[in-house]
């Protein structure tokens, strides 16, 4: 470590982590989340939140959850920030209950971001793409079965 770092009082290195903080909150949280209400608005209102429910939500029926959930787990893959504001969404439009974001958080938390990391990590390692969708496989039966116990407990 330089002698500059070793000097630092304990509050500059707090300060400094909070600027970080704010910073991600700002330009990548935020942004994310927003993005999320108004595409899970956009969606309600055009009725293509019902299609896909109807069409693609089959899929967490055994989960016990409505269809229109399976919203959260797609935008999940994109990023968790907007998954999280897809969740708020549903919840304040009312299709989704606390039952429902109980079992809903774990698949979040386990396809997370996929696609952001597919080229973050993946690609940076000069993983092949053909292994891509057996690495997404495990993510999705991951996610499903962590959901699925949490739907036999709550």
């Known amino acids: 470590m330089s ?11 707090f300060v400094e982590g909070a600027r970080k903080g704010w910073d991600i909150a700002v330009h990548n949280t935020i942004p994310n989340v927003l993005m ?3 595409i899970i608005h956009i969606l309600k209102v ?9 069409y693609l939500g089959f899929v967490m029926l055994p989960l016990g959850l409505p269809g229109e959930s399976i919203a959260v ?16 969404a549903l919840v304040q439009g ?3 209950t606390a039952p429902d974001i109980a079992v809903l958080i774990p698949g979040m938390a386990l396809v997370g971001s996929t696609v952001q ?4 990590v ?7 793409g053909k292994h891509y969708l057996v690495l997404f496989g495990i993510c999705i039966l991951n996610a499903y079965l962590a959901m699925l116990v949490m ?4």
């Open 151 to 154: 739907s036999l407990i709550v």
């Open 3 to 13: 002698e500059q770092a070793n000097n630092k009082l304990l509050t500059d290195v």
């Open 94 to 96: 009312g299709t989704l």
């Open 117 to 120: 990391y597919m080229g973050r």
């Open 46 to 54: 055009s009725g293509a939140l019902d299609i896909i429910g109807k």
């Open 73 to 88: 787990i797609m935008a999940a893959f994109l990023s968790w920030g907007g998954s999280a504001g897809v969740l708020v």
């Open 122 to 128: 993946l690609g940076v390692l000069g993983i092949p």
């Open 36 to 38: 999320a209400f108004v």
